[in-house]
């Protein structure tokens, strides 16, 4: 029965994805490593406009999308370029252009920033999304699909 159960807005989905730029190049992918990723629709794994892409495709669907940059990691914002003195690093650190680093938020998190440029004392570090800008192609395949928790009804 589940064969036919088609993806919903609370829906478990299982499935496999490829993440391309428009230039073909993989940007992310789940078959790298075999691993289908699993998500709840509406969990915040995904942004409302990749989800919107899985509504209504069922088990065993294939199926490639193209996202313009606003619909999938938005236009890079220039308020997330920080110039930062090279002595917030540590001094053993050797910093190099096109490097990602982790950077501790206020609230003890981390988010990812990708470095630049570093001339003298002055490291500058990108704070959007590496894909922020870029039209992509997500191309799923659907592995499973199971009713989410309302439609589970409390087993």
Do not use: W
């Amino acid at each position: 029965m589940t064969d036919s159960l088609l993806i919903g807005a609370d829906s478990e989905v299982i499935l496999h994805f490829d993440l391309k730029l428009e230039d073909g190049s993989a940007a992310d992918s789940t078959r790298v490593n075999n691993k289908p990723a699993k998500m709840v629709m509406g969990d915040g794994s995904l942004t409302p406009n990749f989800e919107a892409c899985l509504l209504g495709l069922k088990k065993g669907d294939k199926k490639a999308f193209t996202l313009a940059a606003n619909d999938a990691f938005g236009e890079p914002n220039p308020n997330n370029i920080h110039y930062m003195d090279r002595s917030r690093f540590g001094a053993d650190l050797k910093i190099e252009e096109g490097m990602i680093l982790a950077f501790s938020q206020p609230d003890g998190s981390e988010i990812p920033g990708i470095i630049r440029s570093a001339a003298g004392d002055s490291v500058t570090v990108d704070f959007n999304h590496p894909l922020a800008g870029q039209t992509v192609i997500f191309d799923v395949e659907i592995i499973d699909v199971k009713p989410g928790a309302s439609a589970q009804g409390g087993n």
